[in-house]
């Protein structure tokens, strides 16, 4: 269980982006957002087309709802649905995470935690041989 950042902190960003990766080794962008007083977990991409809501300035928001930056869907903070433009009736991946004392925990059996900003933020070793996958 990898602590990640503080349930404050990502409330006074708005949003914070973290690279995971999966149980076949490939990386995965994740955000957490405000949801009430607490905090979901959400794939870093839309489920229309392959496009980041964080790209790397924070997810943009709009009244408790992630902003797709291609064609402008909403999607809910809180359960991940989508009800409106081209990703109608989808939902986002969720990622399991929990809160311990107003810190979020990462706590999903199929994510390992790997370092806080996005995949080309990665300054290992082998970064580039997982941004071509
Ligand atoms: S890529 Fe997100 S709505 Fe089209």
Known sequence: MDELVSVETVHERGSWLFTAEDAYGAL???VLVPCGDGVEAWVNR???EAQRFDT???VPMRNGQLV???H???FDACDGHCDNGEAAGTTLPAVDI???RGTVVLTDDDYAFRHAGGIDDDEGPD???HLSL
């Open 56 to 58: 790397g300035r924070g």
């Open 72 to 74: 402008g869907s909403l």
């Open 127 to 129: 970064s580039t041989s």
């Open 68 to 70: 797709c930056p291609k």
């Open 98 to 100: 929990s809160t311990n």
């Open 46 to 48: 839309c489920t229309h």
């Open 28 to 30: 995965e962008e994740v």
